[in-house]
């Protein structure tokens, strides 16, 4: 079974600061792994991805992501962060054979402070 | 233009009645998705359709019902509301069914069962 963990529901960080937004997952076989971000009222939008080749992933608005097979994280990481970036962020994962649905980790809380 | 669209967007309603709930998408995917977000913001799937063809169905009651009249759209109807569906219900859709396709989400739908 696929499960996807975010050991923290809020991360707080100055503007201008590097953050890192942890996630480690669970799946046989090869994962494929995604980054979403969720702004007040709307909808899941998609930010990275990784499906295979180099292990640092980059993604919008100056995200990057660093797959680690044998620690099985994928967090997210932006050098420099901006208050327009707080909002929720989820994780999920997904096997490399079609079919199979995503699985969302339980979200982050992003707040950049100014 | 709205890629992913879903109506209504606020839906408040008593238990027992029946209401639906409309997605469109106008990207062309052959791949549509519901998606149930909780008051804790728990993100889990529950059916998914590949060119209007039922592929994932998720352990939900059978009192909903997804129907997709073409590869376009796919809605929700749910029959006798119980107050534990309250919740925010996301359309998504992918371009293809394959584990490597980012989704592209509706803006929700938050029900509330009174």
């Known amino acids: 079974a696929q499960s996807v963990a975010q050991p923290e529901d809020q991360v707080n960080v100055a503007e201008g600061n590097p953050l890192t937004v942890k996630c480690t997952y669970s799946v046989s076989g090869n994962p494929y792994l995604f980054w979403y971000v969720q702004y007040p009222n709307r909808g899941l939008q998609f930010l990275l991805k990784y499906i295979t080749g180099d292990n640092l992933v980059k993604g919008s608005y100056g995200f990057e992501a660093e797959f680690n097979k044998s620690q099985t994280s994928f967090h997210l990481k932006k050098p420099s962060a901006l208050v327009s970036d707080s909002a929720l962020y989820f994780c999920a994962v997904r096997r490399y054979n079609y079919g199979q649905n995503f699985v969302f980790g339980p979200g982050t809380r992003l707040s950049v402070l100014p | 233009d709205t890629a992913v669209s879903q109506t209504p967007k606020y839906l408040v309603t008593q238990m027992g009645n029946d209401k639906s709930i409309k997605c469109e998408q106008n990207l062309g995917h052959d791949t549509m998705y519901w998606y149930k977000q909780d008051s804790k913001k728990f993100l889990k799937i529950m059916f998914s359709?590949?060119?209007?063809?039922?592929?994932i169905n998720e352990t939900v009651p059978n009192r909903f019902s997804p129907k997709s009249p073409d590869k376009a759209h796919l809605n929700l109807h749910i029959n006798s509301l119980e107050l534990g569906d309250s919740a925010v219900y996301f359309c998504a859709s992918s371009h293809r069914q394959g584990a490597n396709e980012k989704l592209f989400f509706g803006s929700g739908t938050q029900l509330s069962v009174l």
């Open positions: 359709y590949n060119n209007k063809e039922l592929i």
